[in-house]
Protein backbone atom coordinates (compact mmCIF):
# COMPACT_ATOMS: atom_id res chain seq x y z
CA UNK A 1 0.00 0.00 0.00
CA UNK A 2 1.23 3.69 -0.39
CA UNK A 3 1.79 5.76 2.56
CA UNK A 4 3.26 9.31 3.50
CA UNK A 5 6.78 8.55 4.82
CA UNK A 6 9.01 10.83 6.96
CA UNK A 7 12.24 9.35 8.59
CA UNK A 8 13.48 12.20 9.87
CA UNK A 9 12.55 14.99 11.76
CA UNK A 10 12.43 18.87 9.51
CA UNK A 11 10.18 20.90 6.76
CA UNK A 12 7.41 19.53 4.76
CA UNK A 13 10.13 18.21 2.10
CA UNK A 14 10.41 15.29 5.13
CA UNK A 15 7.67 13.55 3.93
CA UNK A 16 7.47 10.77 1.20
CA UNK A 17 5.12 8.74 -0.41
CA UNK A 18 6.00 5.22 -0.21
CA UNK A 19 5.06 1.92 -1.01
CA UNK A 20 4.88 -0.09 2.55
CA UNK A 21 3.66 -3.24 3.90
CA UNK A 22 -0.23 -3.14 3.99
CA UNK A 23 -1.28 -4.35 7.51
CA UNK A 24 -2.99 -7.43 8.27
CA UNK A 25 -5.76 -7.48 10.77
CA UNK A 26 -5.45 -9.41 14.29
CA UNK A 27 -8.38 -11.21 16.05
CA UNK A 28 -9.82 -8.10 17.18
CA UNK A 29 -8.73 -5.78 14.92
CA UNK A 30 -10.04 -4.18 11.92
CA UNK A 31 -8.60 -2.90 8.44
CA UNK A 32 -9.73 0.27 7.66
CA UNK A 33 -9.54 1.45 3.66
CA UNK A 34 -9.11 4.49 4.16
CA UNK A 35 -10.85 7.62 2.23
CA UNK A 36 -10.34 10.80 3.76
CA UNK A 37 -7.54 12.17 6.30
CA UNK A 38 -6.56 15.37 7.83
CA UNK A 39 -3.07 17.42 8.54
CA UNK A 40 -3.21 18.99 11.61
CA UNK A 41 -1.35 21.29 13.71
CA UNK A 42 -0.37 18.19 15.99
CA UNK A 43 1.21 16.39 12.79
CA UNK A 44 2.94 19.10 12.11
CA UNK A 45 4.25 19.78 15.34
CA UNK A 46 5.40 15.56 15.17
CA UNK A 47 6.89 16.11 12.03
CA UNK A 48 9.02 19.15 12.56
CA UNK A 49 9.51 18.79 16.19
CA UNK A 50 8.42 22.56 17.06
CA UNK A 51 6.72 21.54 20.53
CA UNK A 52 5.75 24.21 23.11
CA UNK A 53 8.37 25.94 24.94
CA UNK A 54 10.21 23.45 27.42
CA UNK A 55 8.46 20.60 26.38
CA UNK A 56 11.28 19.42 22.98
CA UNK A 57 13.38 17.06 25.09
CA UNK A 58 10.11 15.21 26.76
CA UNK A 59 8.93 15.17 22.90
CA UNK A 60 12.26 13.49 21.28
CA UNK A 61 12.25 10.74 23.86
CA UNK A 62 8.73 10.07 23.35
CA UNK A 63 8.69 10.31 19.28
CA UNK A 64 11.98 9.28 18.85
CA UNK A 65 15.42 10.46 20.20
CA UNK A 66 17.77 11.05 16.47
CA UNK A 67 14.85 10.17 13.68
CA UNK A 68 11.01 9.55 14.12
CA UNK A 69 9.94 5.92 16.02
CA UNK A 70 6.72 5.81 13.98
CA UNK A 71 7.03 6.95 10.32
CA UNK A 72 3.70 7.55 9.07
CA UNK A 73 1.70 10.95 10.78
CA UNK A 74 -2.01 11.12 10.31
CA UNK A 75 -4.02 11.04 13.73
CA UNK A 76 -7.79 10.79 12.25
CA UNK A 77 -9.51 9.21 9.16
CA UNK A 78 -12.67 8.03 7.92
CA UNK A 79 -12.91 5.09 5.06
CA UNK A 80 -14.74 2.08 5.30
CA UNK A 81 -14.04 -1.47 6.76
CA UNK A 82 -12.37 -3.78 4.16
CA UNK A 83 -11.50 -7.02 6.74
CA UNK A 84 -11.88 -8.16 9.97
CA UNK A 85 -10.05 -10.48 12.42
CA UNK A 86 -12.17 -13.71 13.67
CA UNK A 87 -12.93 -11.92 17.32
CA UNK A 88 -14.23 -8.88 15.81
CA UNK A 89 -18.34 -8.62 17.12
CA UNK A 90 -19.17 -4.81 16.96
CA UNK A 91 -18.44 -4.41 13.24
CA UNK A 92 -18.45 -5.91 9.66
CA UNK A 93 -17.01 -5.44 6.06
CA UNK A 94 -18.72 -2.75 4.63
CA UNK A 95 -19.30 -0.35 7.58
CA UNK A 96 -17.96 3.26 6.97
CA UNK A 97 -16.05 4.48 9.84
CA UNK A 98 -14.17 7.32 11.71
CA UNK A 99 -11.49 6.90 13.69
CA UNK A 100 -9.16 9.04 15.85
CA UNK A 101 -5.61 6.98 16.31
CA UNK A 102 -4.41 10.18 18.12
CA UNK A 103 -1.18 9.38 19.41
CA UNK A 104 -1.31 6.25 17.47
CA UNK A 105 -1.04 8.15 14.57
CA UNK A 106 -0.38 6.14 11.31
CA UNK A 107 -3.52 7.75 9.44
CA UNK A 108 -1.59 9.28 6.25
CA UNK A 109 -2.05 5.92 4.22
CA UNK A 110 -3.80 3.93 1.98
CA UNK A 111 -5.07 1.17 4.57
CA UNK A 112 -4.52 1.01 8.92
CA UNK A 113 -6.22 -1.48 11.49
CA UNK A 114 -7.45 -0.58 14.42
CA UNK A 115 -8.29 -2.75 17.71
CA UNK A 116 -12.15 -2.73 17.10
CA UNK A 117 -12.26 -1.39 20.92
CA UNK A 118 -10.03 1.96 20.23
CA UNK A 119 -11.37 5.06 18.83
CA UNK A 120 -13.22 4.01 16.23
CA UNK A 121 -17.18 4.77 15.28
CA UNK A 122 -19.41 4.08 12.90
CA UNK A 123 -19.72 6.86 10.29
CA UNK A 124 -23.31 9.15 10.16
CA UNK A 125 -24.94 8.56 6.89
CA UNK A 126 -25.65 12.32 6.87
CA UNK A 127 -21.64 13.44 6.67
CA UNK A 128 -18.76 12.59 4.08
CA UNK A 129 -16.10 11.21 4.41
CA UNK A 130 -14.33 14.20 4.59
CA UNK A 131 -16.49 15.75 7.08
CA UNK A 132 -16.05 12.64 9.32
CA UNK A 133 -12.25 12.67 9.25
CA UNK A 134 -12.41 15.83 10.40
CA UNK A 135 -14.53 15.14 13.69
CA UNK A 136 -12.09 14.11 16.13
CA UNK A 137 -9.02 16.29 16.58
CA UNK A 138 -10.79 19.61 17.37
CA UNK A 139 -13.87 17.91 18.68
CA UNK A 140 -11.90 15.18 21.46
CA UNK A 141 -9.66 18.60 22.25
CA UNK A 142 -12.51 20.94 23.18
CA UNK A 143 -14.47 17.81 24.61
CA UNK A 144 -11.81 16.73 27.40
CA UNK A 145 -10.97 20.55 28.12
CA UNK A 146 -14.83 21.34 28.76
CA UNK A 147 -15.45 18.30 30.79
CA UNK A 148 -11.96 18.94 32.81
CA UNK A 149 -13.72 22.39 33.39
CA UNK A 150 -17.28 21.52 34.57
CA UNK A 151 -18.75 23.91 32.09
CA UNK A 152 -22.14 24.42 32.81
CA UNK A 153 -24.89 26.08 31.48
CA UNK A 154 -25.00 30.18 31.06
CA UNK A 155 -21.57 30.27 31.67
CA UNK A 156 -19.52 32.70 30.14
CA UNK A 157 -17.09 30.94 27.59
CA UNK A 158 -13.94 32.60 25.77
CA UNK A 159 -12.16 31.38 22.89
CA UNK A 160 -9.13 32.74 21.93
CA UNK A 161 -8.24 31.24 18.50
CA UNK A 162 -11.87 30.91 17.59
CA UNK A 163 -11.19 29.77 13.99
CA UNK A 164 -8.76 26.89 14.07
CA UNK A 165 -9.45 23.07 14.39
CA UNK A 166 -9.31 23.03 18.22
CA UNK A 167 -11.24 26.72 18.51
CA UNK A 168 -14.38 25.95 15.69
CA UNK A 169 -15.34 22.84 17.65
CA UNK A 170 -14.54 24.44 20.93
CA UNK A 171 -17.32 27.56 20.22
CA UNK A 172 -19.84 24.89 18.79
CA UNK A 173 -19.32 23.03 21.37
CA UNK A 174 -19.59 25.78 24.64
CA UNK A 175 -22.85 26.59 22.66
CA UNK A 176 -24.28 23.17 22.31
CA UNK A 177 -23.70 22.94 26.31
CA UNK A 178 -25.22 26.22 26.87
CA UNK A 179 -22.92 28.92 27.26
CA UNK A 180 -22.56 32.00 26.21
CA UNK A 181 -19.68 32.32 23.66
CA UNK A 182 -17.31 34.99 22.34
CA UNK A 183 -14.88 34.40 19.86
CA UNK A 184 -11.29 35.86 19.06
CA UNK A 185 -10.05 35.88 15.96
CA UNK A 186 -8.95 38.05 12.97
CA UNK A 187 -11.18 40.15 10.97
CA UNK A 188 -11.82 37.61 7.96
CA UNK A 189 -13.17 34.74 10.52
CA UNK A 190 -15.20 36.68 12.11
CA UNK A 191 -18.90 35.74 10.38
CA UNK A 192 -17.43 32.33 10.35
CA UNK A 193 -17.59 32.39 13.97
CA UNK A 194 -20.60 34.11 14.56
CA UNK A 195 -22.19 31.54 12.47
CA UNK A 196 -20.70 28.82 14.89
CA UNK A 197 -22.49 30.05 17.78
CA UNK A 198 -20.58 32.87 19.03
CA UNK A 199 -22.49 35.49 20.63
CA UNK A 200 -20.00 38.07 20.70
CA UNK A 201 -16.81 38.61 18.33
CA UNK A 202 -13.52 40.20 19.00
CA UNK A 203 -11.42 40.66 16.34
CA UNK A 204 -7.78 40.39 17.87
CA UNK A 205 -5.54 42.47 15.42
CA UNK A 206 -7.76 45.83 16.88
CA UNK A 207 -9.20 45.05 20.03
CA UNK A 208 -7.21 43.09 23.10
CA UNK A 209 -9.95 41.14 25.25
CA UNK A 210 -8.00 41.37 28.08
CA UNK A 211 -8.38 45.22 27.88
CA UNK A 212 -12.22 45.48 27.63
CA UNK A 213 -13.23 44.65 31.58
CA UNK A 214 -15.41 41.56 30.61
CA UNK A 215 -14.86 38.81 32.85
CA UNK A 216 -15.51 35.18 31.77
CA UNK A 217 -16.33 31.95 33.79
CA UNK A 218 -14.25 30.16 31.20
CA UNK A 219 -11.41 31.21 28.97
CA UNK A 220 -9.86 28.53 26.04
CA UNK A 221 -6.54 29.42 25.13
CA UNK A 222 -5.85 27.83 21.53
CA UNK A 223 -3.14 30.19 20.75
CA UNK A 224 -0.68 30.37 23.19
CA UNK A 225 -1.32 34.34 23.49
CA UNK A 226 -3.57 34.08 27.37
CA UNK A 227 -1.90 32.47 29.42
CA UNK A 228 -2.47 33.44 33.19
CA UNK A 229 -0.85 36.12 33.60
CA UNK A 230 -2.55 37.37 30.65
CA UNK A 231 -5.91 36.62 31.27
CA UNK A 232 -6.93 36.18 35.13
CA UNK A 233 -8.08 39.46 35.95
CA UNK A 234 -10.73 38.47 32.80
CA UNK A 235 -11.46 35.07 34.70
CA UNK A 236 -14.26 35.20 37.08
CA UNK A 237 -13.63 34.29 40.13
CA UNK A 238 -14.03 30.39 40.01
CA UNK A 239 -13.08 30.52 36.56
CA UNK A 240 -10.89 28.13 34.82
CA UNK A 241 -8.55 29.05 32.45
CA UNK A 242 -8.04 26.14 29.48
CA UNK A 243 -4.47 26.24 28.23
CA UNK A 244 -4.67 23.52 24.95
CA UNK A 245 -1.35 25.32 23.78
CA UNK A 246 0.73 25.73 27.11
CA UNK A 247 4.42 26.10 27.19
CA UNK A 248 6.24 24.71 30.22
CA UNK A 249 6.61 28.55 32.09
CA UNK A 250 2.85 28.99 31.54
CA UNK A 251 2.37 25.08 33.44
CA UNK A 252 4.40 26.08 36.31
CA UNK A 253 2.21 28.98 38.44
CA UNK A 254 -0.71 25.91 38.35
CA UNK A 255 -0.10 24.75 41.88
CA UNK A 256 -0.03 28.09 43.06
CA UNK A 257 -2.48 29.55 41.53
CA UNK A 258 -5.05 26.46 42.89
CA UNK A 259 -3.61 27.09 46.48
CA UNK A 260 -4.16 31.25 46.36
CA UNK A 261 -7.37 31.61 44.16
CA UNK A 262 -10.70 30.79 43.32
CA UNK A 263 -9.33 30.30 39.59
CA UNK A 264 -7.86 27.13 38.33
CA UNK A 265 -5.52 26.62 35.19
CA UNK A 266 -6.02 23.16 32.98
CA UNK A 267 -3.16 22.29 30.54
CA UNK A 268 -1.99 19.32 29.33
CA UNK A 269 -2.76 16.45 26.56
CA UNK A 270 -6.35 15.80 25.75
CA UNK A 271 -7.66 11.79 26.77
CA UNK A 272 -8.58 10.27 23.45
CA UNK A 273 -12.14 8.06 24.24
CA UNK A 274 -14.07 6.51 22.25
CA UNK A 275 -17.60 7.42 23.73
CA UNK A 276 -16.45 11.12 22.85
CA UNK A 277 -16.31 10.17 19.14
CA UNK A 278 -19.83 8.60 19.70
CA UNK A 279 -20.82 11.88 21.17
CA UNK A 280 -19.72 14.01 18.35
CA UNK A 281 -21.19 11.16 16.04
CA UNK A 282 -24.42 12.02 17.36
CA UNK A 283 -24.28 15.86 17.60
CA UNK A 284 -23.07 15.55 13.93
CA UNK A 285 -26.49 13.76 12.98
CA UNK A 286 -28.88 16.07 14.34
CA UNK A 287 -26.57 18.87 13.48
CA UNK A 288 -25.23 20.42 16.41
CA UNK A 289 -21.76 19.82 15.30
CA UNK A 290 -19.99 20.32 11.96
CA UNK A 291 -16.53 20.20 11.31
CA UNK A 292 -15.14 23.11 9.54
CA UNK A 293 -13.35 22.83 6.30
CA UNK A 294 -10.54 24.91 4.78
CA UNK A 295 -9.08 22.95 2.06
CA UNK A 296 -8.36 20.12 0.16
CA UNK A 297 -5.08 18.39 -1.17
CA UNK A 298 -4.71 15.12 -3.31
CA UNK A 299 -2.53 12.51 -0.88
CA UNK A 300 0.27 12.73 -3.14
CA UNK A 301 0.53 16.39 -2.55
CA UNK A 302 0.19 16.40 1.47
CA UNK A 303 3.71 18.21 2.09
CA UNK A 304 1.34 21.24 0.30
CA UNK A 305 -1.23 20.69 2.72
CA UNK A 306 1.88 20.75 5.58
CA UNK A 307 3.44 23.84 4.75
CA UNK A 308 -0.08 25.22 4.75
CA UNK A 309 -0.88 24.11 8.10
CA UNK A 310 2.79 25.33 8.84
CA UNK A 311 1.16 29.19 8.35
CA UNK A 312 -0.87 28.73 11.22
CA UNK A 313 -3.78 30.54 9.00
CA UNK A 314 -5.67 27.74 8.65
CA UNK A 315 -9.37 28.01 8.94
CA UNK A 316 -10.82 24.73 11.34
CA UNK A 317 -9.31 21.51 9.12
CA UNK A 318 -7.37 20.75 6.49
CA UNK A 319 -8.33 17.53 4.29
CA UNK A 320 -6.37 14.90 2.41
CA UNK A 321 -8.33 12.62 0.28
CA UNK A 322 -7.14 8.95 -1.02
N1 LIG B 1 -3.49 19.93 24.67
C1 LIG B 1 -3.82 19.14 23.69
O1 LIG B 1 -4.10 17.95 23.87
C2 LIG B 1 -3.92 19.68 22.29
C3 LIG B 1 -4.77 19.05 21.37
C4 LIG B 1 -4.91 19.60 20.11
C5 LIG B 1 -4.18 20.74 19.77
N2 LIG B 1 -3.33 21.29 20.67
C6 LIG B 1 -2.58 22.51 20.33
O2 LIG B 1 -3.53 23.55 20.24
C7 LIG B 1 -3.09 24.51 19.32
C8 LIG B 1 -4.25 24.87 18.40
O3 LIG B 1 -4.47 23.80 17.52
P1 LIG B 1 -5.37 24.00 16.22
O4 LIG B 1 -5.22 22.77 15.43
O5 LIG B 1 -6.71 24.47 16.59
O6 LIG B 1 -4.57 25.19 15.51
P2 LIG B 1 -4.77 25.77 14.05
O7 LIG B 1 -6.05 25.22 13.48
O8 LIG B 1 -3.55 25.59 13.28
O9 LIG B 1 -4.94 27.33 14.36
C9 LIG B 1 -4.96 28.21 13.29
C10 LIG B 1 -5.90 29.35 13.59
O10 LIG B 1 -5.37 30.14 14.66
C11 LIG B 1 -5.74 31.51 14.41
N3 LIG B 1 -4.82 32.44 15.07
C12 LIG B 1 -3.49 32.58 14.85
N4 LIG B 1 -2.99 33.53 15.67
C13 LIG B 1 -4.03 33.97 16.42
C14 LIG B 1 -4.14 34.94 17.47
N5 LIG B 1 -3.09 35.63 17.91
N6 LIG B 1 -5.35 35.13 18.03
C15 LIG B 1 -6.45 34.44 17.61
N7 LIG B 1 -6.40 33.50 16.62
C16 LIG B 1 -5.20 33.29 16.04
C17 LIG B 1 -5.61 31.62 12.91
O11 LIG B 1 -6.49 32.63 12.46
P3 LIG B 1 -5.91 33.93 11.66
O12 LIG B 1 -5.13 33.37 10.50
O13 LIG B 1 -7.12 34.66 11.24
O14 LIG B 1 -5.07 34.64 12.64
C18 LIG B 1 -6.06 30.25 12.40
O15 LIG B 1 -7.42 30.20 11.98
C19 LIG B 1 -1.88 23.92 18.61
O16 LIG B 1 -0.73 24.55 19.11
C20 LIG B 1 -1.90 22.47 18.98
O17 LIG B 1 -0.59 21.94 19.05
C21 LIG B 1 -3.19 20.80 21.91
Known amino acids: MKAIVYESYGAPDVLQLK?????????????????????????????????????????????????????VLGTELAGAIEAVGGGVSKFNVGDRVFAFSGMGMGCHAEYKCMSEDAAVVLTPDNLTDEQAAAMSFGGTTALDFFRRAKLQPGERVLVNGASGAVGTAAVQLARHFGAEVTGVCS????????????????????????????????????????????????????????????????????????????????????????????????????????????????????????????????????????
Open 19 to 71: EVEKPVPKENEILIRIHAATVTSGDCRVRSLNMPFGFGLIARLFLGVSRPRRQ
Open 187 to 322: TTNMELVRSLGATHVIDYRHEDFTQKGETYDVIVDTVGTAPFSRSQNSLKEGGRLLLVLAGLPDMLPIPWVQMTSSKKIIAGPAAERVEDLLFLATLAETGAFEPVIDRHYPFAQIADAHRYVDSGRKIGNVIVTL
